[in-house]
C-alpha cells in the first residue's frame, strides 16, 4: 500500500491514514473497487495499532470513500470519489439558484472568477 504514517506530526495516526486514501482515491492510484489491505496487515505495515486503521476504515467507510463487503473485506466505493460528486452538486445548486436570481451564465463566470482570485 502506498501509505505512511508521520509520527513526528501532531495530525493524529487515523486523520493521516483517511487524508492518504482520500487522495489516493482522487489521483486515481486506488480505482473504485481495489481491495484494500485488511485491517491487521495495515497495521502491521505501518507499524501503528489495528484499532487505529479500523478507524481509520469506519471514517473512509462513513464517508462513502470505500466499504467494508463483510469478511470479503474493505473496497473502494464503487461511486469513486465522494467528495467530488458534492462539489459538483454544490456547483449544480449554485448555478441553479443564481439562473433563478436572474443572472445570465456570463455574470455567474465573473462570480465564479472573482471568488477564486480572491481565495488564490
Known amino acids: 500500500m502506498l501509505l505512511s504514517i508521520d509520527t513526528e506530526s501532531s495530525v493524529p495516526p487515523y486523520e493521516q491514514i ?17 481491495k484494500l489491505p485488511t485491517v491487521r496487515q495495515l497495521a502491521t505495515e505501518l507499524g501503528i495499532a489495528p484499532n487505529t486503521v479500523a478507524r481509520s476504515y469506519r471514517e473512509l467507510e462513513a464517508a462513502g470513500v470505500i466499504e ?7 473496497f473502494v466505493a464503487a461511486s469513486g470519489d465522494p467528495t467530488r460528486a458534492h462539489a459538483q452538486s454544490q456547483a449544480v445548486c449554485y448555478v441553479t439558484e443564481l439562473r433563478g436570481l436572474g443572472f445570465s451564465d456570463e455574470e455567474i463566470r465573473t462570480f465564479v472568477d472573482a471568488a477564486l482570485k480572491g481565495l488564490g
Not at 483517511?18 to 481495489?34: N, S
Not at 467494508?68 to 474493505?74: E, K, L, V, Y
Request: aromatic share 0%; glycine share 12%.
Open 18 to 34: 483517511c487524508t492518504q486514501v482520500i487522495e489516493l482515491v482522487r489521483a486515481e492510484r486506488l480505482p473504485a473497487g481495489c
Open 68 to 74: 467494508t463487503r463483510g469478511r470479503r473485506g474493505s
